[in-house]
């Protein structure tokens, strides 16, 4: 995801984030007001923290790196250090796809942040003077991702790795899902341009795959899209051609259709050749 005006960037969905515990009851009240209080402070504290970051030289730098290296832990804890500091990466490579389009249509780009189980974001310092170019913002950052993630299949088909092909199929699924055409997704951004109702068809996406897989990450990043579907304004979409239309309907669902086939294909090795 690419965000505009510091909107949420690309997520990863974390669809196994559900932890099934039991709500606590008893003096939780007490518990929360002090975590409450105890959060207040720290944000306080933290505002004057991120005012002296802004003045050092390469407080962007740090950030980055900061946040990277905080996503890597936090990933490792459940899957390892390999598989978190590849996830990571790939992120990252969706997030530079981004920053580098915004560049080419001469939009300064922020540095990539990352936020652990919700992926990263890159801010954009302007706004799109045309809906076409803000799809071809939201476009390269799943180019970008799909592009490693076919890496990590050639590596792994190569090696006969079912480390690289996982990481490939995890790549694969986070940028089709980063296609669903609602809200700040990518897919959002891009698909307003074929129909204003558009977000309908991710809002049944969201649904379903909520059904399939009751994250609460999911549920917060769908939320927070379908908000989005409904403060945005639409009223730029008269500067869209039919030869855009036609342009963009055969760029989103080619890339779609090749995600899906891309998943198929990584599945069926790593489960019916046990690799």
């Known amino acids: 995801m690419q965000p505009s005006d510091r909107e949420p960037g690309f997520g990863e969905p974390a669809l196994a984030g559900a932890s099934g515990a039991p709500p606590q009851r008893g003096g939780g009240g007490a518990l929360k007001g002090g975590i409450g209080a105890l959060l207040l402070g720290l944000l306080a504290k933290g505002k004057g923290l991120l005012l002296l970051l802004k003045g050092l030289p390469f407080a962007k730098l740090l950030m ?46 922020g540095w990539p942040v990352f936020i652990p189980f919700f992926g990263a974001m890159i801010a954009m310092k302007g706004r799109p003077n045309h809906p076409r170019i803000e799809a071809d913002i939201a476009y390269a950052g799943p180019v970008a991702g799909t592009g490693i993630a076919l890496l990590c299949a050639a590596i792994g088909l190569l090696l006969h790795s079912p480390f690289f092909l996982g990481l490939a199929y995890i790549g694969f699924f986070l940028n089709l899902f980063n296609l669903t055409p609602i809200g700040f997704l990518d897919g959002g951004r891009i698909a307003r341009l074929l129909s204003r109702k558009a977000s309908i068809v991710g809002a049944i996406v969201m649904v379903l795959l ?54 198929m294909f990584t599945h069926e090795l790593t489960t019916s050749h046990g690799w």
């Not at 996830?87 to 249509?105: D, S, T």
């Open 64 to 109: 980055t790196g900061g946040t990277m290296a905080a996503s890597v832990w936090v990933y490792a804890v459940r899957g390892g250090f390999a598989f978190a500091l590849g996830l990571v990466l790939m992120i990252f490579v969706h997030e530079m796809g981004h920053g580098l389009a915004m560049k080419r249509a001469g939009i300064a780009a």
């Open 210 to 263: 909520y059904l399939r897989n009751p994250s609460p990450m999911l549920l917060v990043i769908g939320a927070m899209a379908v908000m989005q579907s409904f403060r945005r304004d639409n009223s730029d979409l008269e500067l869209v051609t039919a030869d855009d239309r036609r342009t963009w309907a055969l760029r989103y669902f080619g890339l779609c259709g090749f995600l899906g086939l891309a998943l």
